[in-house]
């Protein structure tokens, strides 16, 4: 688990204790914080993606998610993204968008699909 307190308050034990209950989901693989310059704050893994890996997701996904944002905006400028999913044949990866934070949660697209 990867957690970084530059210039962020401590994690509140609530919103600690969320990330833990998501990241335990099944097929849930990795749980991404990062700060609205798309900077790494929280990384707890399943897997093994590296925090270089995170920050490379985080990343990519920052910028699609303001592009997507624009989109919203374009379409209605009183409306907002509030969710972005996609969905990959690896992978699902879902972006909660905040003012100051996204929250990525990366999932395996297949759980619960396949036959036992």
């Known amino acids: 688990r990867y ?3 530059n210039g962020v308050s401590a994690m509140s034990s609530e919103v600690e204790e969320t990330m833990r209950r998501i990241i335990k989901h099944v097929g849930v693989q990795d ?3 990062t700060d609205k310059e ?3 704050i929280y990384h707890d893994s399943k897997t ?3 925090s270089q890996d995170a920050q490379n997701y985080a990343s990519h996904l920052a910028k699609l998610t303001t592009q997507a944002r624009s989109v919203v905006r374009d379409l209605d400028p009183q409306n907002d993204l509030s969710f972005l999913r996609i969905r990959s044949k690896k992978h699902e990866i879902m972006v909660a968008p905040d003012k100051d934070f996204l ?3 990366v999932q395996n697209p297949s759980t619960g ?3 036992q």
Do not use: T
């Open 31 to 33: 749980v991404i914080i």
């Open 38 to 40: 798309a900077k790494l």
């Open 48 to 50: 093994s993606m590296s």
């Open 103 to 105: 929250l990525m949660v």
């Open 113 to 115: 699909e396949e036959k």
């Open 3 to 5: 957690w970084r307190e």
